[in-house]
């Protein structure tokens, strides 16, 4: 497995990565969330060898310092795949196994199964250019196992790609990986890609490492507000509003609690509910968004019921699903 601990990286006095401790388990797919700018690529970079960096970075308890990237037997893929334009699909992926020395037949062979489990099967003969965004990343994973490596590291793989096909792709992702048992961590600013893939997350800002856990342990239970806030929680709740929120969303009262909110968990319309005023409504292709004055609680970002509207100013009642409301931890919550 691999182990990060006390993991710096500075560049010109600055510490892009700081201090970072992390570990990942053989088969586990372990995913980096951040924002742009906040070291991913750089940790990355450290873990493949490319950035001299200081602390210690080991696989299977054996220090890695002094190992260059190409003896490390770890694979890197990016978002631009950056695949050999001149070279066939299949000559792609099978560059590695042909520097192997394999023989023709074991190369083919072994390229077939490769793209059959990226679900390219029929594509060996086409040329990247005739490829979709989303095809030329299938045969740049493709060509990355090819090379079986111990570990896997992918820097924002399906951001290039437009919203809905990097969903599709992302499960695809996760199977590809489950199934073929590998190692990876992968870095991402996109939470959906990050909770589609991986097993663990591991919040990153500023160059450190504020959150790490099972995933949806980490989205139930925002460290802190700024982590809340990246998850995509648009309010944070204190105290009294903290309170009625809980009360509303059928969960048992936490004194003191403090309490993050998604969009998805409010909804407005008419009928019963606790009372709340429209500040803005707009109508989007999955539905309504609306921002609600809510009694006892104040402002919240919700979502309206199917094929109501409401204008600004009107009442309105909203309920509260207790799925998207998570509890801070504690002991973290004043910052
Ligand atoms: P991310 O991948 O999360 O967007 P990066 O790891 O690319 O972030 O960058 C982290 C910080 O380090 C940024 O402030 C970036 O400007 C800086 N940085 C990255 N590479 C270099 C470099 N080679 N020289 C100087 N600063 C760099
Ligand atoms: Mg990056």
């Not at 334009?85 to 520097?99: C, E, F, M």
């Not at 309010?235 to 009360?247: I, N, Q, S, W």
């Amino acid at each position: 497995m691999l182990e990060l601990s006390d993991v710096s990286v500075a560049f010109e006095g600055t510490r892009a990565v700081d201090g970072v401790d992390l570990r990942v388990a053989d088969g586990d797919v372990l995913a980096v969330l951040g924002p742009s700018g906040c070291g991913k690529s750089t940790l990355l970079r450290a873990v493949a060898g490319l950035e001299p960096a200081t602390g210690t970075i080991a696989w299977d308890g054996a220090d890695l310092r002094g190992t260059p990237t190409h003896r490390r037997g770890f694979a890197l893929m990016f978002q631009d795949g950056q695949l050999f334009d001149h070279l066939t699909v299949a000559r792609n992926v099978g560059y590695a196994q042909r520097l192997r020395g394999l023989s023709r037949a074991a190369v083919r062979a072994e390229v077939g199964d490769l793209l059959d489990l990226v679900g390219l099967s029929g594509y060996a003969e086409r040329l990247p250019r005739t490829l979709s965004g989303g095809e030329r990343q299938r045969v740049a994973l493709a060509r990355s196992l090819a090379a079986k490596p111990r570990l896997l590291l992918l820097d924002e793989p399906l951001s290039a790609l437009d919203a809905g096909l990097r969903v599709r792709l992302a499960a695809d992702l996760r199977r590809i990986l489950v199934e073929s048992g590998t190692t990876a961590l992968l870095v991402t600013h996109d939470q959906d890609e990050a909770f589609a893939v991986a097993d663990r997350l591991a919040v990153m800002r500023a160059g450190r490492i504020v959150q790490e856990g099972p995933t949806a342990e980490v989205w139930a239970a925002p460290a802190d507000p700024g982590t809340a806030a990246f998850l995509g929680y648009p309010h944070v709740l204190r105290e009294d509003a903290a309170a009625t929120l809980l009360r509303l969303a059928g969960r048992p009262p936490v004194p003191g609690a403090v309490v993050a909110v998604r969009a998805s968990a409010v909804v407005a319309g008419p009928g019963e509910g606790q009372p709340a005023t429209v500040r803005s409504f707009r109508l989007t292709p999955d539905g309504a968004r609306l921002v609600v004055d809510v009694d006892g609680v104040g402002p919240l970002d919700g979502e309206g019921v199917p094929g109501w509207t409401a204008a600004p100013g009107e009442r309105v009642a909203v309920r509260v699903d207790g799925g998207g409301v998570a509890l801070l931890t504690p002991d973290a919550s004043g910052s």
